[in-house]
């Protein structure tokens, strides 16, 4: 499967963004879609999932309450709403696809067959 990742840009402190993950070439729904984030210099690191079994959802402890992953199958495409943005949030933001279901798995960037590009985000005043 590919997946293509969008709707990154520029966005100031407490303010919204809703990125996109469409997935083409594969059967989407039998995956689970993370989303992982990379700052400058440092490793990629897990930001959201959503399981392709019942549609549950997990997220990193500093994005809880904050960011929203959800999917739409019937668009081959999975969203991360993401509000009150920090500055800490700035990285490049990638999308991946796993054939694991649980969140043990799906929390670790290793059980990820397929991997989108990366979309910027930028949370600066």
């Known amino acids: 499967v590919q997946l293509q990742a969008s709707g990154g840009g520029l966005v100031q402190p407490g303010g919204s963004l809703k990125l996109s993950c469409a997935g083409s070439?594969?059967?989407?729904?039998?995956?689970?879609i993370g989303w992982f984030r990379q700052a400058s210099g440092k490793e990629r690191e897990f930001v959201a999932a959503?399981?392709?079994?019942?549609?549950?959802?997990y997220y990193e402890d500093s994005v809880k309450g904050r960011f929203t992953i959800s999917r739409d199958n019937t668009k081959n495409t999975v969203y991360l709403q993401m509000y009150s943005l920090k500055p800490e949030d700035t990285a490049a933001y990638y999308c991946?696809?796993?054939?694991?279901?649980?969140?043990?798995?799906?929390?670790?960037?290793?059980?990820?067959?397929?991997w989108g590009q990366g979309t910027l985000v930028t949370v600066s005043s």
């Open positions: 959503v399981s392709y079994r019942s549609g549950v959802t």
């Open positions: 991946a696809a796993s054939g694991y279901y649980s969140g043990s798995h799906i929390r670790v960037r290793r059980n990820y067959d397929y």
């Open positions: 070439g594969g059967t989407f729904s039998i995956y689970s």
